[in-house]
C-alpha cells in the first residue's frame, strides 16, 4: 500500500493516473447530476409549506455541504505537504482551492435566492450566512498567496498556513445554528432523515453528483498544474508536444 501510495509522489505517475481516473469521474458526475436534478427539478412535488421555491435545495444544499468538504479535503492535504513534506499534496490544495470557491459562490448566491421569498430580504448578517461568506474570503486569500509568490513551495507554505488557520470556521459553520439564534433553518442532518423520501432521494443524488463532479474538475486542475510546473521535465515536453500534433 505504501509503495503504491508513493508513486502519486511522481508527478508523472500522478498524470497518468488522473488521466485514467478522469473519465470515470466525469461521466459518472453527468449521469448523477442529471438522475438528481431531473428527478428534484421535475418529478419530485411541491412542498406543502414553500411550494416550488424549494426546489433551489437540489442547487444549494450539496455546494454548501462540499464547500466545506473540499476546505476539509484541502486541510488534510495541507498538513500532508507541511509534516510531510510532499510537494504534490500542495499541487492537489492548489487544484481545490477555485473549486471550492466556485461551490462557495454558488452556495451563497443560491440561499440568497432561496431566502429572498423565505425571509423577505436577499441578504442578512445571518451567523450561518455570514461564515459561509468567510470561508469564500478564505478561499480567495487562498488562491491569492499561490500566486503571490515567484517560489512555489514558499506559496505552498504560506497558502498550508491559512487553510489550516482557517480550519476553525467549519464547525463555526456547521454548527452556527445551534450556537445563535439564526433565521436559517436547522440542519437537516448528514442523513436527511427529516425530509420527505420523494424529495430527499433526488436530493441525495444531488450530493453525490456534486462529489463526482469536485473530483472531475480537481483532477483536470491538478493534470494542468503538473504540466505547468513540471514543463523541463522530458515527460511533460513530451506530452506537450503530442498535444500540439
Avoid at 510537494?87 to 462557495?104: C, E, H, N, Q, Y
Avoid at 455570514?130 to 515567484?150: C, K, P, Q, R, V
Amino acid at each position: 500500500m505504501w509503495k503504491r501510495l508513493h508513486l502519486l509522489a511522481k508527478p508523472d505517475q500522478l498524470y497518468r493516473l488522473c488521466g485514467q481516473c478522469l473519465p470515470w469521474f466525469g461521466c459518472g458526475a453527468i449521469v448523477t447530476l442529471i438522475l438528481g436534478w431531473g428527478w428534484g427539478f421535475i418529478f419530485a412535488p411541491p412542498d406543502y409549506q414553500q411550494g416550488e421555491s424549494y426546489r433551489i435545495m437540489y442547487l444549494h444544499v450539496p455546494a454548501a455541504m462540499w464547500s466545506m468538504g473540499i476546505y476539509a479535503a484541502m486541510a488534510v492535504s495541507a498538513f500532508t505537504g507541511l509534516v510531510w513534506q510532499m510537494k504534490m499534496s500542495d499541487l492537489v490544495a492548489r487544484a481545490m482551492a477555485p473549486i471550492g470557491a466556485g461551490f462557495t459562490l454558488i452556495a451563497l448566491v443560491t440561499g440568497a435566492a432561496w431566502g429572498k421569498p423565505m425571509w423577505g430580504t436577499w441578504w442578512i448578517w445571518d451567523a450561518r450566512l455570514t461564515s459561509e461568506l468567510i470561508l469564500l474570503f478564505l478561499y480567495m486569500g487562498i488562491i491569492a498567496l499561490y500566486h503571490a509568490f515567484d517560489d512555489r513551495r514558499a506559496a505552498g507554505r504560506a497558502a498550508s498556513i491559512l487553510i489550516l488557520v482557517g480550519v476553525i470556521n467549519l464547525p463555526i459553520i456547521h454548527y452556527s445554528v445551534q450556537w445563535w439564534n439564526t433565521l436559517h433553518q436547522g440542519s437537516s442532518g448528514l442523513l436527511q432523515q427529516d425530509i420527505a423520501p420523494e424529495m430527499r432521494t433526488p436530493l441525495r443524488w444531488s450530493i453525490f453528483g456534486y462529489l463526482l463532479l469536485f473530483i472531475t474538475l480537481t483532477l483536470s486542475r491538478l493534470r494542468n498544474l503538473l504540466l505547468l510546473t513540471e514543463q523541463h521535465r522530458p515527460w511533460a515536453r513530451d506530452i506537450a508536444s503530442q498535444e500540439k500534433k
